[in-house]
C-alpha cells in the first residue's frame, strides 16, 4: 500500500505565482487535512475534508483552496504565493477512528 | 482553547531513560498523541492513549496522562541514537473529524 503519497517534494516558487500540492490515498479514508508546519510551531490546520464534495476551514486558511472530487484526491491550492507561506506542507487522512492518521511524507515549499 | 506546549530540546546519552513532558488547556480533548519526525520525513505515530486513562505502556515507551494538571508525559526506556528525533505531542476532540492539535515538539539529541 502506499498510504499517502504527496507530490512534489520539493517546490520553489516566486512570489505571485500560483500552484497545487497534489495529495492522494488509496486507504479509503472518508476524512483528509492539510497541515503546514513552521520551526517552533508545531503543526497547524489548513483546511480539512469529511467527504468527498465537503470541505471545511481550518486555523490558517488564507491564501489556500481545497476541493475534493473524490475520496482518493485532496489538492491544495495555492492562488497567490508568498513568502509567508514558505513552509512544510503535510497531508494526512484518518478513517476517523482513534490512531489511523496517516501522514504523508511532506512537500518542501519555498517562495522567493 | 486550544494550547498545548512541549520544552524544545532534551539530551541525554544511550542507554538513560528520556521523559519529554507536554501541557494542554483544553480538558475536553479525547485522545492524546505521541508522533516522532525524523529530519525530512514525515510524521509517525508512536502511541496515543484514552484521555480517561493514566497510563499506557507500549514496550520501550510509557504515557502517562495527570488529567487534573493537564500534562502528558512520554518515557522512553533505554534510549538509543536512532531515538532522536523531533517528538511533537497532540490531541483530538469529538467533533467529528479528528482534528489534531500538535504541540510545539522537543528535539531529542541521543549521545553515544
Known amino acids: 500500500n502506499a498510504g499517502v503519497t504527496q507530490t512534489p517534494k520539493f517546490q520553489v516558487l516566486k512570489t505571485g505565482q500560483s500552484m497545487t500540492l497534489q495529495c492522494a490515498q488509496d486507504?479509503?479514508?472518508?476524512?483528509m487535512s492539510w497541515y503546514r508546519q513552521d520551526p517552533g510551531m508545531g503543526l497547524r490546520l489548513i483546511h480539512y475534508?469529511?467527504?468527498?464534495?465537503?470541505?471545511d476551514q481550518g486555523e490558517v486558511p488564507n491564501g489556500y483552496n481545497v476541493s475534493r472530487s473524490t475520496t482518493e484526491d485532496f489538492p491544495l491550492r495555492l492562488l497567490s504565493a508568498a513568502p509567508s507561506q514558505t513552509s512544510v506542507y503535510f497531508c494526512?487522512?484518518?478513517?476517523?477512528?482513534?490512531?489511523?492518521?496517516?501522514f504523508g511524507s511532506g512537500t518542501r515549499l519555498t517562495v522567493v | 482553547g486550544e494550547d498545548v506546549e512541549q520544552s524544545l530540546f532534551l539530551s541525554v546519552r544511550e542507554g538513560d531513560s528520556s521523559v519529554i513532558n507536554c501541557t494542554y488547556t483544553d480538558s475536553s480533548s479525547t485522545y492524546l498523541y505521541w508522533y516522532k519526525q525524523e529530519p525530512g520525513a514525515g510524521l509517525q505515530l508512536l502511541t496515543y492513549?484514552?484521555?480517561?486513562?493514566d497510563m499506557k505502556q507500549d514496550q520501550r515507551l510509557t504515557v502517562l496522562l495527570n488529567k487534573k494538571d493537564k500534562h502528558l508525559s512520554l518515557r522512553i526506556a533505554d534510549t538509543q541514537t536512532g531515538d532522536s528525533a523531533i517528538y511533537f505531542c497532540?490531541?483530538?476532540?469529538?467533533?467529528?473529524?479528528?482534528?489534531?492539535?500538535f504541540g510545539t515538539g522537543t528535539r531529542l539529541l541521543v549521545s553515544p
Open positions: 475534508s469529511v467527504g468527498a464534495g465537503i470541505t
Open positions: 494526512a487522512s484518518s478513517s476517523g477512528t482513534a490512531g489511523d492518521y496517516t
Open positions: 492513549i484514552f484521555s480517561n486513562m
Open positions: 497532540a490531541e483530538t476532540f469529538d467533533t467529528g473529524f479528528q482534528k489534531l492539535v
Open positions: 486507504m479509503n479514508h472518508e476524512y
